[in-house]
């Protein structure tokens, strides 16, 4: 079982970057995904969760109007448009899958048990 992210890269401040998820070895419906990213000598924070539907959607502040997340549950892939990006923005991204059976969408990291590898997102001023 494995996440692999990519999309990561190095754009100038006011750009924007599509970060891609790609599941294997699990069943995508049965998870809630969400994004984490973690800046140098920063803690692991949320950016942004979805449901294992889709219909449900939940962002952190410091992004809201900004990123957006989805999921093509047809072709297995998480995504995050990531719009007007900043210098304070640049971190490595991590997908994550929850299991979502009984359980509502997490903005914490504790309850995600599946994480991608990261990719990294450097803004330059």
């Known amino acids: 079982v494995q996440l692999q992210a990519s999309g990561g890269g190095l754009v100038q401040s006011g750009g924007s970057l599509r970060l891609t998820c790609t599941p294997s070895?699990?069943?995508?419906?049965?998870?809630?995904m969400a994004w984490f990213r973690q800046a140098p000598g920063k803690a692991r924070e949320f950016v942004a969760a979805?449901?294992?539907?889709?219909?449900?959607?939940y962002y952190a502040d410091v992004v809201k109007g900004r990123f957006t997340i989805s999921r093509d549950n047809a072709q297995k892939t998480l995504y995050l448009q990531m719009n007007s990006l900043k210098p304070e923005d640049t971190a490595l991204y991590y997908c994550?899958?929850?299991?979502?059976?009984?359980?509502?969408?997490?903005?914490?990291?504790?309850?995600?048990?599946?994480w991608g590898q990261g990719t990294l997102v450097t803004v330059s001023s």
């Open positions: 070895g699990l069943t995508f419906t049965n998870y809630h």
């Open positions: 994550a899958a929850d299991w979502a059976w009984g359980v509502s969408v997490s903005t914490t990291p504790g309850p995600y048990d599946i």
């Open positions: 979805v449901s294992r539907t889709g219909s449900s959607t």
